[in-house]
């Protein structure tokens, strides 16, 4: 544990709003795994291919995304397992229960104003995965 994010993850989680900034910083301290910030601020552009490509169900175009505003309101992470990049399973599920109790804890500490959601578990009802008719794993998103 003791995790730091390397200069392209902050320049990433650099784009995003400042509760976001707040959250990923203080997560990585205390993860077991480490991870990266793949994206915060995304062009409508990327959006809009991501959607032909069937990875998001927001063009950009008709409809924005929480990752199409700047600041971002929305981060996606990575795990580094053995090294390398991933997007592994059970490490993006265990990276987000403590990005989860991370966030929940600066927000009822009143260091942070949005609470979080998470790609794994969109409605919010403990049923991770199994229940999402669209599930983004690596995706955060603040709510307003």
């Known amino acids: 544990m003791g995790y730091k994010l390397g200069k392209t993850s ?3 989680l650099n784009t995003c709003e400042e509760d976001l900034q707040k959250i990923i910083s203080e997560a990585i301290k205390l993860t077991p795994i480490d991870f990266g910030v793949a994206e915060g601020h995304r062009s409508i552009e990327k959006q809009n291919q991501l959607f032909e490509e069937g990875k998001s169900r927001i063009d ?4 924005k995304g929480k990752h199409n505003f700047f600041p971002s309101q929305a981060v996606d992470v990575f795990a580094f397992v053995n090294g390398r990049a991933s997007w592994d399973q059970k490490a993006l599920c265990l990276i987000a229960g403590v990005i989860i109790a991370t966030s929940e ?4 500490s009143g260091e942070i104003s949005h609470r979080l959601r998470w790609g794994g578990n969109w409605d919010g ?4 995965i199994s229940d999402q008719g669209f599930v983004d794993l690596p995706h955060f998103e603040l709510l307003k």
């Open 10 to 12: 902050l320049d990433r």
């Open 105 to 108: 804890r600066l927000y009822q």
């Open 125 to 128: 009802d403990g049923v991770m």
């Open 60 to 63: 950009g175009i008709n409809r």
